[in-house]
C-alpha cells in the first residue's frame, strides 16, 4: 500500500467544482505535486511547491495544503479535465519519493 | 524543445537484465535531477529513482533498491537504468522524467513517452 492515500474515484458536473485529496504523514513536512495522467498519454505535472502552476496549466486548478493532507481542486471542471490524477511526495523516512495510487476524475 | 526518448525495453526472462535509455534534448543533464517512473499494466504511477545534476548523489524505491542502477553520460546527453534480477512485478512501462530541481525533486515536468518492459517466462 502506498504511504500517500487517495480516494479512488471522484465525479464531477461539468463547469462544478471537484477537491481531489492526498493523506500521508510525510505531508505534514513536505509539499505535494500533482500529476495528471489521461488514458494512453504520460503524466503531466499540473501543481508543484504545493500550489505553482507549471506554464500552460489553466488557472482552474490549484493545490492547497492543510496537515497531513494536501489537495488539488479543479475550479469549473471541463471535459479534457477527465483523467488520473497523482500525488507525488517524499517518503516520511529517507529521500526516497512515493506517488499516491491515484484518484480517477469523471467529468459528468 | 525539451525532448524525452526512451528505449531498450523488451521481453526479458525472470532473473535477467536490461538497460534502458532516455536520449535528452533540449538541455543539459547536468542542470536537472532527472527520474525513472514505472507504470505496470492498469496501475498506478510508481516511482523507481533518481540521479542529481551532477550525478554525484542517487536515489532507489526500496522495491528496486540493489537490483536497479541509475546513471547518465552528460557526453551522449543520455540517462539510464540498468535493471538486474529482475522479477515478474517488474512488468511495466518506464518513463524516464526531467526534475524543475537540479539537486533532488521539485516537480517532474518534462515525460517521455515510456517505454515498456515484459518479464516472462
Not at chain 2, 8 to 23: A, E, H, I, K, N
Not at chain 2, 70 to 81: P, V, W
Not at chain 2, 83 to 91: F, G, H, I
Amino acid at each position: 500500500s502506498s504511504e500517500l492515500t487517495q480516494d479512488p474515484a471522484v465525479s464531477v458536473a461539468l463547469g462544478q467544482t471537484v477537491r481531489i485529496t492526498c493523506q500521508g504523514d510525510s505531508l505534514r513536512n513536505y509539499d505535494a505535486s500533482w500529476y495528471q495522467q489521461r488514458p494512453g498519454q504520460a503524466p503531466l505535472l499540473v501543481i508543484y511547491d504545493k500550489n505553482v502552476r507549471p506554464s500552460g496549466i489553466p488557472d482552474r486548478f490549484s493545490g492547497s495544503s492543510s496537515g497531513s493532507t494536501a489537495s488539488l481542486t479543479i475550479t469549473g471542471a471541463q471535459a479534457e479535465d477527465e483523467a488520473d490524477y497523482y500525488c507525488n511526495s517524499r517518503h516520511s523516512h529517507g529521500e526516497a519519493l512515493v506517488f499516491g495510487a491515484g484518484t480517477k476524475v469523471t467529468v459528468l | 524543445e525539451v525532448q524525452l526518448v526512451e528505449s531498450g525495453g523488451g521481453v526479458v526472462q525472470p532473473g535477467g537484465s536490461l538497460r534502458l535509455s532516455c536520449g535528452v534534448s533540449g538541455f543539459t543533464l547536468d542542470d536537472y535531477a532527472m527520474h525513472w517512473v514505472r507504470q505496470a499494466p492498469g496501475k498506478g504511477l510508481e516511482w523507481v529513482s533518481l540521479i542529481s545534476g551532477d550525478g554525484s548523489t542517487t536515489y532507489y524505491a526500496d522495491s528496486v533498491k540493489g537490483r536497479f542502477t541509475i546513471s547518465r553520460d552528460t557526453s551522449k546527453n543520455s540517462l539510464y537504468l540498468q535493471m538486474s534480477s529482475l522479477r515478474t512485478d517488474d512488468t511495466a512501462l518506464y518513463y524516464c522524467a526531467k526534475d524543475l530541481d537540479t539537486y533532488y525533486y521539485y516537480g517532474m515536468d518534462v515525460w517521455g513517452q515510456g517505454t515498456t518492459v515484459t518479464v516472462s517466462s
